[in-house]
């Protein structure tokens, strides 16, 4: 079951700039940090955005994250036909004492 | 480099035990910097998590699964396992081994290859 809701799918053309939300709540969002990541067909997922707006090493500077109140949103300038994938968000939940993720979002370039 | 290799079953029948391992190489599994943990995927659905547990033993579970997981940790071989009991087809997934970073907000940053568990007679 997943607590964080994403929207189904995304798209746009390249060099557009496209952005994904994942709406939460108090117990997730709301009081501790968002991730990212990044799923290609046939493999694992990567991480993109941590901390809600920190990129790893490798991480280019065109993805970036925020988050205010219980939701927050990843962008993507710039957009590239390799970054056509599934993309979850993430966030550690006090009431359930648990990770969450949110129902992902697939992204298209047209 | 840090890497994480899962390995068990590919086939396990319903009402059995799903027991799977990740043998953690390029890096210690005893750092209280980090957690271990299991995420798995069904065929083209989203990401669950299983739960974590950290060197010292602590663990966390999914509520929904906690009736029937148990992570546990060797460090003297540096592997974390899985067992989930009592399998039915809906627990058909791909099943991923992960490391949480603790300083990062438990983001997962490192992730292993995941392997495929079939449940069926």
């Known amino acids: 079951q997943s607590v964080l809701t994403q929207p189904p799918s995304a798209s746009g053309t390249p060099g557009q700039r496209v952005t994904i939300s994942c709406s939460g709540s108090?117990?997730?969002?709301?009081?501790?940090?968002v991730n990212w990541y990044q799923q290609l067909p046939g493999t694992a997922p990567k991480l993109l955005i941590y901390?809600?707006?920190q990129r790893p090493s490798g991480v280019p500077d065109r993805l970036s994250g925020s988050r205010s109140g219980t939701s927050a949103s990843l962008a993507i300038s710039g957009l590239q036909s390799e970054d056509e994938a599934d993309y979850y968000c993430a966030a550690w939940d006090d009431s359930l004492h648990g990770l969450v993720f949110g129902t992902g979002t697939k992204v298209t370039v047209l | 480099q840090l890497q994480l290799q899962e390995s068990g079953p590919g086939l396990v029948k319903p009402s059995e035990t799903l027991s799977l391992t990740c043998n953690v190489s390029?890096?210690?599994?005893?750092?209280?910097?980090?957690?271990w943990g299991w995420v798995r995927q069904p065929p083209g659905k989203g990401l669950e998590w299983i739960g974590n547990?950290?060197?010292?033993?602590?663990?966390y579970y999914n509520p929904s699964l906690q009736s029937r997981v148990t992570i546990s940790v060797d460090t003297s071989k540096n592997q974390f396992s899985l067992k989930l009991s009592s399998v039915t087809a809906a627990d058909t997934a791909m099943f991923f081994c992960?490391?949480?970073?603790?300083?990062?907000?438990?983001?997962?940053?490192?992730w292993g290859q995941g392997t495929l568990v079939t449940v069926s007679s």
């Open positions: 992960a490391r949480l970073r603790y300083t990062y907000g438990l983001a997962i940053d490192y």
């Open positions: 547990i950290h060197y010292t033993g602590k663990t």
């Open positions: 901390s809600n707006n």
């Open positions: 108090s117990s997730n969002i709301g009081s501790n940090y």
């Open positions: 390029g890096g210690s599994i005893s750092s209280s910097s980090y957690y």
